[in-house]
């Protein structure tokens, strides 16, 4: 039986890890290792939290001994490591979170598998079967211009405090590669959309505000250009390369479907009236230019032939179905957005586990 401990699974995307692995490998326990900051909510395990083969430990990734001593005790064979500090706008009002959780974090992370990891055999020897997968980003390469995608050789340039701690993270887990031989995989992704995204990113907050009449916050001039992935697509591919990528490999993960936020602000508008039975243009009524993010970047778009065409991954959905999908999710779980505005779910933890 095999024992995959995975950071931050009460988070957005890695609920969505979390559920995959529970549900598809029931010959695996399922160690879901989370801080519960304001991003992880369990009510987002909510369908999978009784399972046999799943376990939750409330830890934070910066206490080295804590997470040193969880490994000692449930000597995982695997790590994907997702826990994360992950809204750019934050970073921007405290960026040293984002160095506490995402570097140093990471860092205690390694140190803990190599540790028990070559205590197997007291050498490297011990690494064989092992893996840490390190889910990053897209936005370590920077920006793009008008033309051209980010490959795997494309050198980190990153310009916000939140993509610079991931860049730095990616860097400790290739420095652990090349000097301990560590069995690490690292996927660069880029911006997930979909059911249990926190509403202060762009889509959930407009979900969120176009429910409640209230306006649309488009930075700039909205002309700003991101490249979206459908989160449970990205929960397949970070089980793809977790069972077959090659040690020591990055690999990007993207849909090919780049976006300006205006045009997906419309889109969004558009579904959102339809669905609500709304005329046509209420929704677009709320759309309000508001002054720019600092160090904004202007583009970014994956290339991910490399997954592709070594790993044969290929998106389950397109972005139109994607998003009706995740508009569906947001009106049918309103309960969730409002547990979320609320606070309200901060207290789940206290009820389920603490009795
Ligand atoms: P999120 O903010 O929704 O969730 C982060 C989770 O990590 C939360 O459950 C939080 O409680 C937990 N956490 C934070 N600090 C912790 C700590 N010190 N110790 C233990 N747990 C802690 O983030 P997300 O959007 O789900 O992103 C997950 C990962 O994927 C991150 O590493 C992020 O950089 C990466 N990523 C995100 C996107 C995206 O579009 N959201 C795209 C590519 C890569
Ligand atoms: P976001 O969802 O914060 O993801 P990231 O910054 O990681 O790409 O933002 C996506 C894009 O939307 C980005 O270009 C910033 C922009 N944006 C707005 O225009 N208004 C908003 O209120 C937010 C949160 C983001």
Request: glycine share 8%; hydrophobic share 35%; proline share 4%.
């Amino acid at each position: 039986m095999k024992k995959i401990l995975i950071t931050g699974g009460a988070g957005f995307i890695g609920s969505h890890v979390v559920r995959e692995f529970v549900n598809k490998y029931p010959d695996y326990t399922i160690i879901n290792l989370d801080a519960l900051t304001y991003a992880g909510n369990l009510e987002n395990l909510r369908d999978i939290e009784d399972k046999p083969n799943y376990i939750f430990i409330k830890a934070d990734i910066t206490d080295a001994k804590q997470i040193r001593s969880i490994f000692q005790e449930y000597q995982p064979d695997g790590v994907i490591h997702l826990a994360a500090e992950s809204h750019v706008d934050r970073s921007i009002t405290d960026p040293t979170a984002f160095v506490m959780t995402n570097v140093i974090g990471t860092v205690n992370l390694l140190n803990a598998a190599k540790e028990i990891w070559s205590d197997a055999t007291g050498s490297a020897q011990g690494f064989a079967g092992k893996r840490f997968h390190h889910v990053s980003t897209d936005e370590v390469y920077g920006t793009l211009g008008e033309t051209g995608l980010f490959t795997e050789t494309t050198s980190y340039d990153p310009h916000s405090p939140y993509s610079a701690s991931k860049a730095s993270s990616d860097h400790f887990v290739r420095a652990y590669y090349d000097t301990y031989g560590l069995p690490v995989v690292i996927t660069n992704c880029s911006n997930n959309y979909g059911p249990n995204h926190f509403p202060e990113k762009l889509i959930p907050l407009c979900i969120h505000n176009i429910l409640n009449n209230k306006p649309l916050p488009i930075y700039g001039n909205g002309k700003y250009t991101r490249d979206w992935l459908y989160v449970i697509d990205h929960a397949r591919a970070i089980d793809l390369v977790f069972h077959k990528g090659k040690d020591g490999e990055a690999y990007n993960v993207g849909g090919f479907n780049e976006w300006q936020n205006i045009d997906l602000v419309k889109e969004l508008c558009k579904q959102m009236d339809e669905k609500l039975d709304r005329p046509a243009g209420t929704a677009a009524k709320l759309i309000t230019f508001v002054k720019d993010r600092p160090g904004h970047d202007l583009r970014y778009a994956i290339d991910a032939t490399k997954i592709n065409q070594e790993l044969g991954y290929e998106p389950s959905v397109t972005f139109e179905e994607g998003l009706s999908i995740t508009i569906d999710w947001y009106l049918t779980n309103q309960e969730w957005l409002d547990n979320v505005t609320s606070g309200d779910y901060q207290q789940y933890y206290e009820k389920q586990y603490q009795g």
